[in-house]
C-alpha cells in the first residue's frame, strides 16, 4: 500500500506540459484609398521581431506574440501572455514586393499597395 | 481495499482536471477586452496587471495606440487614478472599410492594497504597454527583523 501512494505521488509530481499561449484575434481597422488598403492592427506588448506576415495565394495572415514579465507576486492579473492571430482575404491585386509595415504604440500600421494595374485610372474624354 | 483507494485517486484526478478546466476558464474570462474581435467596445477600460515586488508595487496596462502625451497618471497615498483619450488615428483620405478598434477616453482608478510614495512613482511606456512602479511608502516598506 506505502508502495502505492508513493506511484501515486511520482505522478502528481509530473511537471505540467509546455504552458499553452491562449490565441486571440486582434482587432483591426481597414482603410482603402486609391493607391493602397491600410490596416490598423491593435498588438499591444508584441516586439517588432516577434511578428510573422505572410501573403500567400490571395490569404494574408497575420501573428504575433506578446509576454507580460511582471515583478513580483500577481495580485490581479487580467494581461496574459497571448498569440494574435488573424487572417484575412486580400484582393490579388496587391503588390505584394511593396507591402510595408510599421509599428506604432503597440499598433501595427500594414501598408498593403495596390498593383499599378489595379489603380484606377482618369479617362480624358477627347472631343471631336 | 486496493481496489477502493484507485477509485478515490481516480476521483481525485477528475476534480482535478476539473479544476484545471476551471481555471482555464476564469483566466480566458479575465481577458474581457482582448478576447472579443469584431466587437467594439468604446466604453471598455484596459485590462491591467497589478504586482507586489515587495519594495514596490508594479502595474502594467494595455494601452494601445495612445501616445504617452495623452495618458495622464495620478497617485495620491493608495489611490491610482490612469486616464487617456484615444486621438483619432483615422488616415486622412481613406474610406474605411472595418472599424472594430475602439476610439475612446478611459478613465480607471485603482485602490492599492499599500500607501506608496508619490513623488518617486515611474512610468514607461512602450509598444502599447504601461508600467508604473510604485514603490511603497516608508510605512509600508517590508522590515527585516533581526532575531536576538
Redesign the interface.
Known amino acids: 500500500?506505502g508502495e502505492?501512494t508513493d506511484l501515486?505521488k511520482t505522478e502528481n509530481n509530473v511537471p505540467e506540459r509546455s504552458r499553452e499561449i491562449?490565441a486571440?484575434?486582434?482587432?483591426?481597422?481597414?482603410?482603402?484609398?486609391e493607391d493602397e488598403i491600410?490596416l490598423?492592427v491593435?498588438?499591444?506588448?508584441?516586439?517588432k521581431d516577434d511578428i510573422t506576415l505572410n501573403i500567400d495565394n490571395g490569404k494574408l495572415s497575420l501573428g504575433g506574440v506578446r509576454y507580460?514579465s511582471?515583478?513580483?507576486?500577481?495580485?490581479?492579473?487580467?494581461?496574459?501572455d497571448?498569440e494574435y492571430q488573424?487572417s484575412f482575404s486580400v484582393p490579388q491585386t496587391i503588390d505584394v514586393d511593396k507591402v510595408s509595415a510599421e509599428?506604432?504604440?503597440?499598433?501595427l500600421h500594414l501598408h498593403l499597395p495596390k498593383s499599378e494595374a489595379a489603380k484606377p485610372r482618369q479617362i480624358e474624354i477627347k472631343s471631336t | 481495499?486496493?481496489m477502493r483507494?484507485s477509485d478515490v485517486?481516480r476521483m481525485f484526478n477528475a476534480m482535478d482536471l476539473l479544476q484545471s478546466r476551471m481555471n482555464r476558464m476564469s483566466?480566458?474570462f479575465?481577458?474581457?477586452?482582448?478576447?472579443s474581435?469584431?466587437e467594439?467596445a468604446p466604453y471598455s477600460s484596459p485590462?491591467?496587471?497589478?504586482?507586489?515586488?515587495?519594495g514596490h508595487?508594479?502595474m502594467?496596462?494595455?494601452?494601445?495606440?495612445?501616445?504617452k502625451e495623452d495618458l495622464s497618471i495620478k497617485v495620491q497615498g493608495n489611490y491610482l487614478e490612469v486616464s487617456g483619450k484615444q486621438k483619432a488615428?483615422?488616415?486622412e483620405?481613406?474610406?474605411?472599410?472595418?472599424?472594430?478598434?475602439?476610439l475612446s477616453s478611459f478613465t480607471r482608478s485603482f485602490t492599492l492594497?499599500t500607501e506608496v510614495d508619490s513623488s518617486k512613482v515611474e512610468a514607461q511606456?512602450s509598444?502599447?504597454?504601461l508600467t508604473i512602479v510604485m514603490p511603497k511608502s516608508e510605512a509600508a516598506q517590508p522590515k527585516q527583523i533581526a532575531i536576538k
Open positions: 500500500m502505492r501515486v491562449p486571440v484575434a486582434p482587432v483591426v481597422d481597414i482603410y482603402e484609398n491600410l490598423y491593435d498588438m499591444p506588448g508584441v516586439e507580460i511582471g515583478n513580483g507576486a500577481a495580485l490581479w492579473e487580467e494581461l496574459v497571448v488573424r509599428m506604432q504604440d503597440g499598433v | 481495499m486496493l483507494l485517486d483566466s480566458d479575465g481577458r474581457f477586452r482582448t478576447a474581435p469584431g467594439t485590462a491591467t496587471n497589478l504586482y507586489d515586488a515587495g508595487l508594479e502594467k496596462m494595455e494601452v494601445p495606440g495612445i501616445s488615428d483615422k488616415p483620405g481613406y474610406t474605411p472599410h472595418r472599424v472594430e478598434r475602439g492594497p511606456l509598444k502599447g504597454l
